[in-house]
């Protein structure tokens, strides 16, 4: 069993580290008013790109965190994007923006789109939120899958915004991701 579990951290691990530094694939998003839109579209600014859920509490208390972010920084460049797995859910965002205040531009991708953008395997979970931070060149320079705050996903708004602010200032400085440790393999966030 210790092996097993050994066996899975370090999976788990490896899989964090594998598109982080490298291109962002491309990905088309269908925005709340039916227009598509193409990731590759903000090329020459940073991205935060969020996956999420309308239905998942720790992505209803990301969305004041991500508004706060656009406020803060979308004088500098840096877009906010928030797209859902769940093509149903298009009908949501009204009521979610009313609810959480979201301002930033929300849409949908396939479900598998998801797998494909981060290189997972459809046999493993896809948590959600989701983060990929991108650099102005197209390369995905962070990911977080299932939540910014890997150590404490109940940390809150101020705690999870200390961490944003800090992976979209290293993307306006230009660096490139540092070496994270493994994630643990189980988030408390919901699973798509």
Known sequence: MRLLTAILFLTVGLGWAEDV?????????????GQTVKLSQFKGKPVVLE???TT?????????????TL????????????VST?????KDFPEFRKKYGATYPMGTVASQEGYRFFGLSVMRPFYVPTFAFIDRNGMIRQRFIGGLLQDNPNGGPTAEYAAMTKHVDALLKGAPAAARPAAKATPATAKR
């Open 71 to 82: 406020r803060a920084y979308s004088a500098k460049g840096v877009q906010v994007i928030a």
């Open 51 to 53: 996956f999420f859920s």
């Open 56 to 68: 998942c509490p720790h992505c209803q208390k990301s969305a004041e965190v991500l508004e706060k």
């Open 86 to 90: 769940d093509e149903n859910q298009r």
């Open 21 to 33: 530094n490298q291109p962002a694939p491309e990905l088309e998003m269908k925005m709340e008013n």
